[in-house]
């Protein structure tokens, strides 16, 4: 890993795949950062690197990763696999960089108390994975043909996408007169059988045909 690799990350600026932490300070917190990027497409979590994209690097660089290597092992389940590099900018500074593959263990998570969290990335944002988001990870981790019979409520589904583009689960409920749970099964095994896509959101996901 060299400084210019490094700061070509930097330059790009956060997003869908690239993260940046000036420390790590809170790695209970940094850790929901690369379960999303495992969860979604894969990335880099960039340590000493401030929120602006400046490389200035973090000192004793090896402590930081000790830490975070830690948090990563105690905290997230299930075992996640990924690789850390460092580049040393002086005796004392340092720069380290997570590359974390798309994963296929997802969905990773973390436990707090009983609950199970699971997170995603949403552009330049990480935010907790709706239940709909967490079934549709874990079952389209076996990709297979999903065969289902189009009835009313796909009917119903279908000619209100036609008329809206878009609709939350919510609304397919109310639309569809069904249990929320009902509309949510549906609206999950419709996404595994490639018919509509689930575009996750930090309030509310909604779902969209497929192009």
Known sequence: MTLQEIQRYAQQGEGLKIEFKKKAAHPEKIVREIIALANTEGGVLLLGVDDD???SGQRFIEEEIFVMEKAIKELILPVLE???KFFKMNPKKGVAV???PKSLSRPHYIKEGEKRKAFIRVKDKTVQASKEVWEILRRGRNPKDMVFTYGQKETVLMQALAEKEKITVK???VLA???KFLASKTL???TLANVIQIVPQEIEDYYILKS
């Open 82 to 84: 990924y690789e850390v």
């Open 98 to 100: 997570f590359q974390i």
């Open 53 to 55: 994209g400046t490389v």
């Open 177 to 179: 007169k069904l249990p």
């Open 171 to 173: 609304e397919f409920a």
């Open 188 to 190: 999950v095994r419709l």
